[in-house]
């Protein structure tokens, strides 16, 4: 299984981008978003159900990152608004099969490679 992220790239401060992870074969219960900046431990942004009823945001986000999917393509997207320099990070996508909607990474079995988000101020 594979899951392989696009979208990245370098935008100003208060710019968007957004992200998509695409998932090779499979769909999963549970998608996420996590990012990891140098030198930091890498953190949860946000996750979502399998019916998209259920989504969490970290406090950091909310209100700026929408997530979203597609099952029928298979796909997660991370909406990312009024960007931050502090949001410059890794992005990486994750997913689970059973479980609650969570923001452990280690409950995330399945992980993209990660794409690079850089926020200029």
Not at 13 to 41: D, I
Not at 42 to 59: K, N, Q, T
Not at 67 to 78: C, E, F, G, Q, Y
Request: glycine share 14%; charged share 20%; hydrophobic share 40%.
């Amino acid at each position: 299984v594979q899951l392989q992220a696009f979208g990245g790239g370098l935008v100003q401060a208060r710019g968007y981008l957004r992200l998509s992870c695409a998932a090779a074969g499979r769909t999963f219960s549970v998608m996420g978003w996590f990012r990891q900046a140098p030198g930091k431990e890498r953190e949860f942004v946000a996750a979502i159900s399998w019916s998209g009823g259920i989504r969490y945001h970290a406090d950091s986000v909310e209100g700026r990152f929408t997530i979203s999917r597609d099952n029928a393509k298979k796909t997660v997207a991370l909406q990312m608004n009024s960007l931050k320099p502090e949001d410059t990070a890794v992005y990486f996508c994750a997913a689970r099969n059973g479980g609650l909607v969570g923001g452990d990474p280690d409950d995330f079995g399945f992980w993209g490679q990660g794409t690079q988000v850089t926020v200029s101020s």
